[in-house]
């Protein structure tokens, strides 16, 4: 056999043998893609199920009645005891729980966001010194328990006036959830390009009017994610809310449910029902403005995408 015609038959099986590994690859390939087709839709409607099947355990607990949930609490009620929700509210007072909610809600976000912005703008596009300290600093403190707060709080906020106000509760609101929203701002800030604030400064800007015309216009979608986070967490929030104010006129909605106590005993289905009022906003708000805060939290690069 001449030369070229074995150079010929080599390349001619080589070139079978790539087919070959081609063709196995695509196979595998083809055998796991579908297997993840599968995998997926299962794993998700589990994940739904596991996510959905307490509100929904909850909503039918709420429109039983107390012998009917004591009896039967996983099924569906036999009568529909839609008064439970009337009754709830009527009893615990929502109404005015609600107002002072938006009311306290509404001061940590706004107190938290400037707060964050000023400290993330500082860490993340000035050079100061100590930055790096400082950031540990608030990743220790983020990881603390809060209940180690709660004595020290208490005598300094008596001796301050700050004890059973609602401007007292803000602020330490605004105190706990400062170093975890500065943590997120400042990796959103770090994705910014410099050229806009260089162009600002080349202008005779300085650096409040950085900040507040420059940067954080651009940051709205890391601001929006830090207000929406912050916003869920103070309403949710129960044990500081408890301490720090006895006034009844004054408590937030999350405290309501010590409203229906009586006794040693506790009527279930209202709490139940008194739940669902008191979720209903957030998880309203929070189906709408899902996506932004989809964007901002995966923008930030704290989402793990």
Known sequence: MSLTKQSTAM?????????????GTGSSRRLRTKGAGIFMPVAITLLAIFSLGPIVLFFFNALKTQGELATNPLGLPTTWEWGNFIRAWEQANMGAGITNSVI????????????????????????????????????????????MFLVPLFYIWSNFGLYDTQLGLIIIYIALFSPFATL??????????????????????????????????????????????TGLSAYNEFLFAITFIQNSDLLPVSTTLFSFQQGYTQDFTLISAAGIIMIAPMLILFLILQRRFIDGLASSGLGGS
């Open 184 to 229: 997120l701002l400042r990796s959103f800030m770090l994705t910014l390009p410099k050229e806009f604030e260089e162009a600002a400064r080349m202008d005779g800007a300085g650096e409040l009017k950085v900040l507040f015309r420059v940067v954080l216009p651009n940051a709205l979608p890391g601001l929006f994610t830090v207000a929406l986070v």
């Open 11 to 23: 390349a001619f099986e080589r070139k079978t043998q790539f087919k070959k590994h081609d063709a």
């Open 104 to 147: 306290i809600v509404g001061g940590t976000v706004l107190g938290t966001c400037i707060v964050a912005g000023c400290a993330a703008y500082a860490l993340a596009r000035l050079d100061i010194k100590g930055g790096n300290s400082f950031i540990t600093y608030l990743l220790v403190t983020s990881s603390l328990p809060m209940q």
